[in-house]
């Protein structure tokens, strides 16, 4: 069956504009979590939906940084006045449930110029 | 603090020769461990997982670990390298009360040599 997929695959933006990026969780799974990929560097936990809530979002760097999924299944990870240290892969990952195995997309590339 | 740490950022081995990949947690409890392995343009795919008992885990790709409580580390082992192993791997740790939480570590860059 399909897998996580993400939108876009890569995006490159002017630094303050803001970014909209999308994940598609394997359907029917009722957890999704989004990481932050530096380069050189281990993803970071961001946020954890559980269904529709964000049921923890403590790895948000900021207020610029906000994620929606209003339907339960697909999820918008937003940026809001983009800065060079955003530039990063945002990867994300659905589950069956919360503590089952995360299963990864192949990850948006941000660039920030 | 939480911290997962592979020492090796690199490491080049010739096709056939055993792997074995470090990795060293810092935790408060025994948490989930789990190794999984990232190839260009793929995503994190997961290699294999330490919940409980056996120490000793099978996982797929004739990769394996062991779970060393009293060194605090998970290293990943395969006897025989394939061209194809060349990736990126990454030990991760999850609390066991919310699993859902990784920490990663940094990585280590497996090239094969023909």
């Known amino acids: 069956g399909a897998g996580v997929s993400q939108t876009p695959s890569n995006k490159v933006t002017e630094k303050g504009k803001y970014v909209e990026l999308r994940c598609d969780p394997i359907?029917?799974?009722?957890?999704l979590y989004w990481y932050r990929q530096s380069l050189g560097q281990g993803p970071e936990f961001l946020i954890y939906?559980?269904?529709?809530?964000?049921?923890?979002d403590s790895g948000l760097p900021n207020d610029r940084f906000f994620a929606v999924r209003p339907e339960g299944s697909v999820s918008t990870l937003k940026i809001q006045r983009t800065e060079r240290g955003d530039s990063a892969v945002y990867l994300c990952?659905?589950?069956?449930?919360?503590?089952?195995?995360?299963?990864f997309g192949p990850g948006t590339r941000l660039t920030v110029l | 603090a939480q911290s997962v740490t592979q020492p090796d950022i690199h490491i080049t081995v010739s096709e056939g020769a055993s792997l074995e990949l470090r990795c060293n947690y810092s935790?408060?409890?025994?948490?989930?461990l789990f190794w999984y392995v990232q190839s260009p343009g793929q995503g994190l795919q997961l290699l294999l997982k330490?919940?409980?008992?056996?120490?000793l885990v099978q996982g797929i790709k004739g990769f394996e670990a062991e779970f060393k409580r009293s060194q605090s580390s998970f290293n990943l082992r395969k006897p025989s390298v394939h061209w194809s192993d060349a990736a990126e791997y990454f030990c991760?740790?999850?609390?066991?009360?919310?699993?859902?939480?990784?920490?990663f570590g940094s990585g280590t860059r497996l090239l094969v040599r023909p």
């Open positions: 990952a659905s589950s069956a449930n919360q503590g089952n195995e995360q299963f």
């Open positions: 359907s029917g799974h009722t957890a």
């Open positions: 939906f559980q269904g529709t809530g964000a049921a923890d």
């Open positions: 935790y408060g409890a025994t948490p989930y």
């Open positions: 330490y919940f409980s008992g056996d120490t």
């Open positions: 991760a740790v999850g609390p066991r009360v919310s699993s859902y939480k990784l920490i």
